[in-house]
């Protein structure tokens, strides 16, 4: 796995998995350039949808094996864990 692909709080997670097969994180997934055919078919193969040569961001909910095949491809940027956001308190 290429740890400097990955944001802090992914490699903070991916450290604390039990299943690494199991497709639990959701993450935005960076490429550079926009994917070519192979590099499309191969983020559909690991469950990545709407893969277009338009794009060169993309969301998927993936394992960590996964994540760690990604990290390895020369055309991935960078892969950041989503967060869960909560609404603002207005006081």
Same mark, same amino acid.
């Given at each position: 796995? %290429?740890?400097?692909?990955?944001?802090?709080?992914?490699?903070?997670?991916? %450290?604390?998995?039990?299943? #690494?097969?199991?497709?639990? &994180? @959701?993450?935005?997934?960076?490429? /550079?350039?926009?994917?070519? /055919?192979?590099?499309?078919? &191969?983020? /559909?193969?690991?469950?990545?949808?709407?893969?277009?040569?338009?794009?060169? @961001? &993309? #969301?998927?909910?993936?394992?960590? %094996?996964?994540?760690?095949?990604?990290?390895? =491809? #020369?055309? @991935?940027?960078?892969?950041?864990? #989503?967060? =869960?956001?909560?609404?603002?308190?207005?006081?």
């Amino acid at each position: 796995m %290429n740890y400097q692909k990955l944001d802090a709080p992914l490699a903070m997670a991916l %450290n604390r998995v039990q299943d #690494s097969d199991e497709p639990r &994180f @959701v993450v935005f997934i960076h490429t /550079e350039p926009a994917p070519d /055919e192979a590099a499309a078919a &191969f983020l /559909e193969r690991m469950g990545v949808s709407g893969v277009t040569r338009e794009r060169d @961001v &993309f #969301s998927a909910k993936l394992s960590a %094996n996964a994540i760690a095949q990604l990290s390895e =491809q #020369s055309w @991935v940027q960078y892969i950041r864990l #989503s967060q =869960q956001l909560r609404p603002v308190q207005r006081r």
